[in-house]
């Protein structure tokens, strides 16, 4: 189950919001976004100030929701593009 955590309206506001995160991995992105959304198979894993680890995905024009990630986070984008592929091809 996905979990959102807070929608985020315009560029301003997604910069604001950004700027309190650290990087924390990568993660698969097909969990998080819709197609005409989803610019890359994989998304940057974010660690907030209270420690929750979360993904921002773009849901529509300058319309950003932020979730909990639930899938497995990896250490490299490549490591997790190579996990992406082999779910694809099974």
Do not use: C, N
């Not at 924390?24 to 974010?46: I, N």
């Not at 773009?58 to 190579?82: N, S």
């Amino acid at each position: 189950m996905i979990t959102k955590f807070k929608t985020i309206i315009g560029y301003a506001a997604h910069a604001r919001y950004t700027a309190t995160l650290t990087i924390g991995g990568f993660t698969d992105a097909s969990t998080y976004a819709r197609e005409p959304y989803r610019y890359s198979p994989t998304a940057t894993v974010y660690v907030d100030p209270m420690g929750r680890r979360v993904v921002i995905r773009e849901t529509a024009h300058r319309r950003y929701e932020v979730f909990g990630v639930t899938t497995p986070v990896y250490a490299t984008d490549d490591a997790a593009l190579a996990a992406w592929q082999r779910a694809r091809a099974q």
